[in-house]
Antibody
Framework: QITLKESGPTLVKPTQTLTLTCTFS??????????VGWIRQPPGKALEWLGI???????RYSPSLKNRLTITRDTSRNQVVLTITNMDPVDTATYYC????????????????WGQGTMVTVSS | DIQMTQSPSSLSASVGDRVTITCQAG??????LNWYQQKPGKAPRLLIY???NLETEVPSRFSGSGSGTDFTFTISSLQPEDIATYFC?????????FGGGTRVEIK
């Protein structure tokens, strides 16, 4: 059974760096085709894909946020870390990590299991 | 980026009604289209992958169809527990993109 859970601060100030940790179980990020993605959702709005890290440590990021995003992994601890620099009030959102199911296209797929999400507010 | 246009943005239907949601991709994405259900305050749940494949343990009243640029999501008989927002997502190419969502309410 795959589970994921996000953790990190609920409040950050503008210009600060946000660091969120996704702790997962039920799979190994060292196994072929596995991946963990990050998605966010501003209050009352749609989902926005942020980035993904794959079993081979390849990472891909949303072009609109690429300069601010970093995704890393710790396979021994079953964790994935998302870092976003220079936070702004428009980054206020619920942040989700999710397990990527490989569907045939190497870099994409479906998110078949999600964490509960963590709400992050950006305010001074 | 591949834009995903979902419609309607909201709908109200009676229990037992057939509900249809459409999603249009900005370019041909073959069958690389997924559907999610999100209940208030909860994380999204995968319902349909690759346009028409029902996820494990998802009730059979949910279905999906389409290919290329035009896709349809259907609830054959709306139930009270189906109150949620539904999102499509293309998985043909990066960046992954989602539709704007359809809020489904009971009339």
């Amino acid at each position: 059974q795959i589970t994921l859970k996000e953790s990190g601060p609920t409040l950050v100030k503008p210009t600060q760096t946000l660091t969120l940790t996704c702790t997962f179980s039920g799979f190994s990020l060292s196994t072929y085709a596995e991946g963990v993605g990050w998605i966010r959702q501003p209050p009352g709005k749609a989902l926005e894909w942020l980035g993904i890290i794959y079993w081979n440590d390849d990472k891909r990021y949303s072009p609109s946020l690429k300069n601010r995003l970093t995704i890393t992994r710790d396979t021994s601890r079953n964790q994935v870390v998302l870092t976003i620099t220079n936070m702004d009030p428009v980054d206020t959102a619920t942040y989700y990590c999710a397990h990527r199911r490989f569907l045939g296209v190497p870099t994409t797929g479906a998110f078949d299991m999600w964490g509960q999400g963590t709400m992050v507010t950006v305010s001074s | 980026d591949i834009q995903m246009t979902q419609s309607p943005s909201s709908l109200s239907a009676s229990v037992g009604d057939r509900v249809t949601i459409t999603c249009q991709a900005g370019q041909d994405i073959s069958n690389h289209l997924n559907w999610y259900q999100q209940k208030p305050g909860k994380a999204p749940r995968l319902l349909i992958y690759d346009a028409s494949n029902l996820e494990t343990e998802v009730p059979s009243r949910f279905s999906g169809s389409g290919s290329g640029t035009d896709f349809t999501f259907t609830i054959s008989s709306l139930q009270p527990e189906d109150i949620a927002t539904y999102f499509c997502q293309q998985c043909d190419n990066l960046p992954l993109t989602f539709g704007g969502g359809t809020r489904v309410e009971i009339k």
